[in-house]
């Protein structure tokens, strides 16, 4: 079974630039989460896209966005990059009706996002 | 502000030694979750432990859950070089998976 996989590996933008970086989570996996991981500060939740819809998000300005299409792969976006945006930025899936609020997820190894 | 906090922030052990790293968290929870880390890749899933669980094995490690101290501690005995890692607990409430800022564990040869 193939895992969760990210796109691109490596990203270097110019501040003021927009990012966009790619998620394809496991196959049968509904949900989609995004986290950022930036130097010193931890794995801080982003988004979360369920069956198409955005269904949580954390504590981050508008100009970080994204969307789920219909086969369950997710997309976020980064608009007016600023150098405090430079992060390693993880996706994860996990399986849909996890009614035992389990939410266990699985992770992609990430796109680094370096902006300069 | 991040749901768990963990204790030591870096840890440094022998090969064959056993590692313990300690996780605190301040509210309700479903389940705390142990992932770890390598070198600033993606998290791997290690073990999940329920809100109505004490303790739980697998394979060389070991999860406890004391809910009235809000508190966790994975143990990972007979340590290897390859479990050198950052080592985070992640705490679930109503969907939510909010993580804590990781122990790094470096186990020397």
């Known amino acids: 079974e193939a895992g969760v996989t990210q796109s691109p590996t490596h990203l270097i933008k110019t501040r003021g630039q927009q990012a966009t970086l790619r998620c394809s989570p496991i196959?049968?996996?509904?949900?989609v989460y995004w986290y950022q991981q930036a130097l010193g500060l931890g794995l801080q939740f982003l988004l979360w896209?369920?069956?198409?819809?955005?269904?949580n998000r954390g504590n981050f300005p508008p100009r970080f966005s994204g969307r789920q299409f219909p086969n369950y792969s997710s997309e976020l976006n980064v608009n007016a990059l600023e150098l405090e945006d430079s992060a390693l930025y993880l996706c994860?899936?996990?399986?849909?009706?996890?009614?035992?609020?389990?939410?266990?997820?699985?992770f992609g190894p990430g796109t680094r996002l370096t902006v300069t | 502000s991040q749901q768990g906090e963990e204790d030591p922030q870096a840890l440094s052990i022998q090969e064959g030694e056993n590692a313990t790293m300690n996780c605190s968290y301040k509210?309700?929870?479903?389940?705390l979750q142990w992932y770890r880390q390598n070198s600033g890749r993606g998290l791997v899933h290690l073990i999940l432990?329920?809100?109505?669980?004490r303790e739980k094995h697998s394979g060389r490690l070991r999860v406890t859950l004391d809910t009235s101290k809000k508190s966790s501690s994975l143990l990972i005995t007979a340590s290897r070089a390859a479990d050198t890692a950052s080592y985070f607990c992640?705490?679930?409430?109503?969907?939510?998976?909010?993580f804590g800022g990781g122990t790094r564990v470096l186990v020397k040869p």
């Open positions: 896209y369920d069956e198409g819809e955005e269904r």
């Open positions: 994860a899936s996990s399986r849909p009706g996890q009614r035992d609020s389990s939410y266990e997820q699985y």
């Open positions: 196959s049968g996996h509904t949900s």
């Open positions: 432990i329920r809100s109505n669980e």
């Open positions: 992640a705490t679930v409430w109503i969907y939510k998976l909010t």
């Open positions: 509210t309700s929870i479903n389940n």
